[in-house]
């Protein structure tokens, strides 16, 4: 077998088509390294990348401390299990409590699917006793692709052909209180919500909407759970989004980048709520290992020591401000959605031109929901590298035909 980085890009695609279940559209490069906000291709081709590791990159690539981290607990003890205690996990713990404004217990796993699975069990635990097993989720949402997650995930899109679902879900349109209201029953034990909806298309809540659905969930005896795989971690310009509103939920579930672009999930509950999860009831093998949880560390310490919280919310306010004065003179672009550096533009037509387009110039973006051209850069994208990926962006824009 060959040593990894001595086939061209298209020897890896013919060996991928040829192995690989083709369960994913890819673009036909093969990317080798990253440093930052910059990846290269197998040809040296170098990219700018406003869209690192799909939001796990929140650092950019091979960020230097997550590196080193790594490197030192890769030689000391790659994984235990749950049955032991490792200090880089309970260090975690403490460090992610500390960052809510509800003294939030932990629990890892490796995924956003799997934490919202966690947080569905959590959900039915806590509602058990009092017959509540239903949980409300909303249009647009995006939780994930286990089974669970999945039904939790109010876009028939992704149920085709694969149902039936989990019963005990019922859907509202994001953003409807009054519709929140209607739907829930003596039965629902729970509301799941995106604080900000990521795949849905950056979707921002009402003024009102969180706060409301807290008050619901207090008045009903159910537990508000927020998906923030997407939103947390210092994505928005604070640890977790929905510190931007007045509201405390009891759960909060985490991903992404969570560990700096290392696989890791996580679920931050109320100690009430977290201690429903007793020996037995739920698990996972390779949760919290002390690598995951090192580059963890190591992602919370970048962020705080390099002022990367206040940087998130300069970079929001920089794309803003290009965004809306291309909106200004372009039909294309409709609507300009910005929370610190979760970045959605609506366009007019699809973005899956704009993507295409973009790649061949070496910048790389996404686009979600069709229309809705999405980025979701490292927290330390420097001022230039702004500038010379919204120029390419004005440019291709522009240029789109009607
Ligand atoms: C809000 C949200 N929840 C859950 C998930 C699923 O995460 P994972 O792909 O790690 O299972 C995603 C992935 O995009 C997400 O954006």
Avoid at 63 to 90: C, D, F, G, S
Wanted: hydrophobic share 45%; aromatic share 6%.
């Amino acid at each position: 077998m060959p040593a990894t980085d001595t086939l061209t890009s298209p020897q890896v695609i013919d060996l991928a088509k040829r192995f690989l279940i083709g369960n994913y559209t890819r673009y036909p490069v093969c990317l080798v390294r990253g440093e930052g906000s910059w990846v290269w291709d197998a040809e040296g081709n170098r990219y700018l990348d406003f869209f690192p590791g799909w939001g796990c990159g929140i650092l950019g690539h091979c960020p230097p401390r997550v590196v080193e981290a790594v490197r030192e607990q890769v030689n000391t003890l790659i994984h235990v299990p749950n049955t032991w205690y490792t200090e880089p996990q309970a260090l975690l713990a403490q460090a992610l409590s500390e960052r809510t404004d509800f003294g939030g217990v932990c629990f890892f796993c490796n995924s956003g699917a799997e934490a919202n699975e966690a947080a569905i069990k959590l959900a039915r635990l806590n509602g058990k006793p009092k017959g509540k097993y239903k949980i409300l989720t909303f249009t647009g949402s995006f939780h994930g692709r286990t089974m669970g997650a999945l039904s939790a995930t109010a876009q028939p899109k992704y149920h085709a052909g694969v149902e039936p679902m989990l019963p005990g879900f019922v859907y509202a349109p994001f953003g409807d209180l009054a519709a929140a209201e209607k739907a829930i029953d003596a039965e629902t034990a729970a509301v799941l919500l995106e604080p900000i909806q990521g795949e849905g298309g950056i979707n921002l809540p009402p003024a009102g909407f969180l706060e409301g659905l807290r008050e619901l969930c207090d008045r009903h005896g159910m537990l508000l759970m927020l998906d923030e795989v997407q939103t947390g971690m210092g994505r928005t310009g604070a640890w977790y989004a929905h510190q931007h509103w007045n509201v405390k939920p009891d759960v909060v579930t985490l991903a992404k980048a969570l560990a700096g672009g290392v696989a890791m999930g996580g679920v931050i509950a109320t100690p009430e709520v977290g201690e429903k999860l007793k020996p037995g009831t739920h698990a996972a093998t390779f949760g919290g290992n002390p690598l995951a949880a090192r580059a963890a560390l190591a992602t919370i310490e970048t962020i705080e020591q390099d002022g990367l919280l206040d940087r998130a919310v300069r970079i929001g306010e920089r794309f803003a401000a290009r965004f809306n004065a291309l909106k200004a003179k372009c039909p294309h672009v409709l609507d300009v959605r910005v929370k610190g550096t979760m970045i959605g533009v609506e366009l007019a037509t699809d973005g899956a031109a704009v993507v295409q387009e973009c790649l061949k110039r070496g910048l790389l973006v996404n686009a979600t929901h069709g229309t809705v051209l999405r980025l979701l850069p490292a927290i330390n994208l420097a001022d230039e590298q702004i500038d010379e990926g919204c120029d390419i962006l004005d440019d291709v824009i522009l240029n789109l035909k009607a």
